[in-house]
Nanobody
């Protein structure tokens, strides 16, 4: 059974940077497509970034374009989400998710098969 784990959340000041990481146990991730989602306080979960299994296809939610960068290192079984120029509205719980349609990059949560427990990001002075 594949278990997904996020790390790297915490407190960051506006304008700062943060890197979230996603890894897994029970399987390697190189065959899977990966997505990052977040749930901000009082808001519905939204897709912020996705990447295909070979890393050639990436996409971002409109609210994070130009500030977030998703990447993967299949040799290390890790997917990273680099967050730059952090804004207060980036506060929320960030989830890594895995889907079996590996060669696709998907921002819709319904396509995902496995989810991590989430890592919390708080943007504040």
């Amino acid at each position: 059974q594949l278990a997904v784990m996020e790390s790297g959340g915490g407190l960051v000041q506006p304008g700062g940077s943060l890197r979230l990481s996603c890894s897994a146990s029970g399987s390697t991730l190189d065959a899977y497509g990966i997505g990052w989602f977040r749930r901000a306080p009082g808001r519905e979960r939204e897709g912020v970034a996705c990447i295909s299994n070979n890393g050639r296809s990436v996409a971002y939610g409109d609210s994070v374009k130009g500030r977030f960068t998703i990447s993967r290192d299949n040799a290390k079984n890790t997917i990273n989400l680099q967050i730059n120029s952090v804004k207060r509205e980036d506060t929320g719980v960030y989830y890594c998710a895995v889907h079996r349609r590996g060669n696709m990059c998907l921002l819709g949560s319904a396509f995902y098969d496995y989810w991590g427990q989430g890592t919390s990001v708080t943007v504040s002075d």
